[in-house]
């Protein structure tokens, strides 16, 4: 079925719909991963946004029940030179096309994904709406232009949980904290108390992993509660929009800084800086991708890393912060800690899910240093 994508600089392509009538909005980002779609799809980072592979063939290993990073779809819109129709993987369960269809999400195919994504890193992300019912482009531009800027945007406080639960090796249970606000921790290992802005599942399988126990908290979990619940400590999540326009959470972390050690992973990572004075700005294009080069300066080591973020944070004017990490591609800043205080945090995505595993040492970096502390 014909369909049309618009931007709002009134670019626009012709393509296919490979899941019947509809429309989708959003920021229209490019990721660069050849495969991972599924784990992208469902990866609460991309809420707001239609993602556009580079890769020209999505789809030809099918869907299956395992490989989710959260409990339903949550980008707004898929995008592909060309959708594969008949999966081939033993554990594939669905193809592409159904898994979006069944959750109301549009795909297009068909478009040249290369003359989009050249577009995008000329001029940056941009606003866009795709349709099979509306045929005039300029009305679907015009529509783009009246969507929210991603600046601005606080869409993390509405994508994490509302209420605690527990992670368990099974994956999450209810978790009930006591009448006075204390929690019985089931196991022995180390507590940690994680803030979830839309978290990625594969953070919690991982941490977990390490031995540690976990009880997921919404992001106005206040500070208080949070010494009543006795955290050996804490950790913030990754997650979609502007992490400055969350002045709440911001304050929040400010208090928990006070009180426990604290890591971060992408909007955690942007969260912590911002609570500690660094300032944060939007990239042109953002990262999202599978392949990105980042040196961890502690070692020398240069790690393939996966991403997915469209704001970074600037710390140069707070000297009390040590930059740890730097991408190698644009030179700019993928982690740091406090040179006396046990803080630290990573902007790109250690768990990949999807992508390599190079940076999985920093789930142990972080079992050590809530340990030592
Ligand atoms: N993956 C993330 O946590 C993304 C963080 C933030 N929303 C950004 O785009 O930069």
Redesign the pocket.
């Known amino acids: 079925m014909k369909a049309l994508l618009a931007l709002e600089d009134g670019t626009w392509f012709e393509g296919r719909s490979f899941t019947g009538m509809g429309e989708a909005e959003g920021e229209v980002i490019f990721n660069t991963g050849m495969t991972g779609y599924q784990e992208i799809l469902t990866d609460p ?1 991309y809420m707001g946004q239609m993602v556009c592979m580079t890769y020209p063939l999505m789809g030809n290993y099918g869907i299956n029940p395992e490989d989710v990073e959260s409990e339903k779809i949550q980008a707004a819109g898929f995008i592909t030179r060309e959708c594969c129709q008949i999966p081939s993987n033993w554990r594939s369960t669905q193809s592409l096309p159904d898994y979006l269809r069944g959750q109301k999400i549009m795909g297009m195919e068909g478009i040249d994904t290369r003359a989009l994504t050249t577009h995008i890193r000329k001029y940056g992300a941009m606003r866009g709406v795709m349709s099979t019912t509306e045929n005039d482009p300029g009305k679907l531009a015009q529509r783009a232009l009246q969507l929210p800027h991603m600046e601005g945007l606080n869409l993390a406080e509405k994508a994490g949980c509302s209420k605690p639960f527990a992670w368990t090796e099974w994956g999450p249970i209810q978790a009930d904290l006591n009448q006075d606000g204390s929690y019985d921790w089931p196991g022995s290992g180390g507590r940690v108390l994680v803030y979830d802005y839309g978290i990625k599942w594969n953070i919690l399988r991982l941490l977990k992993a390490q031995g540690l126990e976990l009880l997921v908290v919404p992001w106005n979990f206040g500070v208080q509660e949070a010494v009543k619940v006795a955290p050996d400590g804490v950790f913030l999540s ?4 502007d ?1 400055a326009a969350m002045t709440k959470s911001i304050e929040i972390i400010s208090g928990l800084l006070e009180k426990f050690p604290v890591a971060g992973i ?2 955690g990572h ?1 969260l912590l800086g911002l609570a500690m004075g660094a300032s944060s700005f939007k990239l042109k294009f ?1 990262h999202h991708g599978m392949n990105h080069p980042v040196k961890d300066m502690s070692t020398g080591k240069i790690e393939i890393s996966s991403q ?4 970074c944070v600037n710390i140069d004017h707070l000297d009390f912060l040590e930059q740890t990490h730097i991408n190698l591609n644009d030179n700019t800043l993928e982690g740091f800690r406090h040179k006396n205080r046990p803080v630290m945090a990573i902007q790109y995505h250690p768990e990949a899910a999807s992508g390599p595993h190079d940076s999985r040492y920093f789930f142990s970096r972080y079992r050590e240093m809530i340990s030592e502390s």
């Open positions: 980072s990754n997650g979609p929009g992490p992408c909007l942007q953002g997915n973020h469209g704001f």
